[in-house]
């Protein structure tokens, strides 16, 4: 069946609320007309339960049982057949309804008729928005060049759309300007790792590992799997390091906390680095058989003694040794490098030096270390469509002389990639 813009319209409004909480379904029953159907219906109950996955808690995306009676949602419950959730919601999760159905909440599209700033609005039609909109893109990049407009839009989650389309529709458009506050969240550690020091991702494998450093998060407040596996690793007697200014529950309950000045965790990297290599703790042979430039990185650690990091990050001297040692000669050990991490100014190189803590302890892409996987972008980056961006356009990007990630962002693999060999 043809999917005109008609159709998709009318399909998501007949999908009901509880699309609106879960992009993602995860059952694949659906009803004769390609619309959400319940997954648990009683015989003369009104309530039909909807099995959804969300994508409104950034990366977690539990599975949830939506509750629904004549369009309107009852009950947002966790499933307990998800297995990283295991029925447990995240904060987001469990205030959804109250979002669903916020008095301020944007549900339709609405046009200015005032002036700027006099808050008058009016409803309009989805095709008079959406025409109105590719109308005035038309008279902008006729008048000003494709260049002259800009696509700014929120940190998209897994799987969401945002990813791929928005940058599709700006590259055949025919400008490059498309920014979003990535640089704040996750792109400093998913670029430095997959351009520059691993050729992949390298998430923490908290399952199977005996120490884990958890470096500027709180995964009780924003990621609940992770939660729910570090909960479980710790009843197995995994050792937990906390680097965090926060005094957070993990911090109060870890084997080592390391309270730093805010900013400091490059610094407090190095000083790490030092004592590994100062004593000896590498993995010899991982470094020798897979690493490069180890004798420059032990002359640049040489001038990070603990005693000079202290000064830098407020952390004892005596306490970057300790968690040195923990972190390299309890194997395997792993480190979840958080958000916080990407919020400062020299977040890249302090992101390096943590994935050097990885790449010299020998507990890289080995289990309970930090694991190599496909890389996120492969395939996403198909659906771009940059080579329909021209050089000359891509010339004319903001920033264009400073912006390194757009220029190898390009050179990720994608599924058509002579890099990626067949399945």
């Not at 940190?155 to 590259?171: Q, T, W």
């Not at 923490?204 to 990621?223: F, K, R, S, Y």
């Not at 490069?292 to 040489?302: A, C, M, P």
Request: hydrophobic content about 40%; some cysteine.
């Amino acid at each position: 069946m043809r999917i005109t813009r008609r159709v998709f319209l009318r399909g998501v409004v007949a999908t009901g609320a509880a699309a609106a909480v879960g992009n993602y379904v995860s059952s694949l029953e659906r009803g004769s007309k390609g619309v959400l159907a319940p997954t648990d219906v009683t015989p003369g109950n009104p309530e039909k339960i909807f099995t959804v996955v969300s994508d409104v808690d950034a990366h977690s995306q539990c599975k949830m049982k939506v509750h629904v009676i004549k369009k309107k949602v009852t009950e947002i419950l966790g499933d307990p057949t998800d297995l990283e959730s295991k029925g447990e919601l995240t904060i987001r999760d469990r205030h959804m309804k109250e979002i669903l159905y916020a008095p301020d909440r944007l549900k339709y599209p609405m046009k200015r008729v005032g002036e700027k700033g006099e808050g008058r609005w009016k409803r309009i039609s989805w095709d008079e928005a959406l025409t109105t909109i590719a109308n005035r893109l038309k008279e902008i990049k006729k008048k000003d060049g494709a260049e002259a407009i800009h696509f700014l839009h929120g940190h998209y989650h897994s799987g969401d759309i945002l990813g791929p389309y928005i940058p599709r529709l700006a590259n055949l458009i025919g400008t490059p300007n498309v920014s979003n506050p990535s640089h704040v969240c996750h792109l400093p550690r998913v670029f430095l790792q997959f351009n520059f020091d691993f050729g992949a991702v390298v998430p923490p494998d908290v399952a199977h590992t005996n120490c884990l450093i958890l470096w500027g998060g709180n995964p009780e407040a924003t990621n609940k799997p992770q939660e729910i596996a570090i909960k479980e690793a710790r009843k197995r007697g995994v050792r937990l390091i906390v680097i965090d200014p926060r005094k957070t529950s993990y911090a109060e309950e870890a084997d080592l906390h390391a309270q730093l000045r805010p900013g400091t965790d490059g610094a407090l990297a190095l000083g790490m680095l030092n004592v590994i290599v100062k004593e000896g703790l590498y993995d010899k042979e991982f470094v020798t058989e897979w690493t490069i430039g180890f004798d420059k990185l032990k002359g640049h650690v040489e001038d990070y003694p603990p005693e000079k990091v202290e000064k830098i990050t407020w952390v004892p001297a005596q306490r970057i040794r300790e968690i040195a040692r923990m972190y390299a000669t309890t194997k395997p050990a792993c480190i979840s490098p958080r958000n916080a991490l990407d919020q400062h100014t020299n977040a890249s190189c302090a992101i390096r030096a943590i994935d050097m803590l990885v790449a010299i302890t020998g507990n890289l892409d080995v289990k309970g270390g930090n694991l190599i996987v496909i890389p996120i972008s492969m395939g996403l980056e198909d659906l771009k469509l940059y080579e329909k961006l021209t050089p000359e356009a891509e010339g004319k990007k903001i920033g264009a002389d400073k912006c390194l990630y757009s220029k190898l962002s390009k050179t990720w693999p994608s599924l058509h990639s002579s890099l990626i060999a067949p399945l």
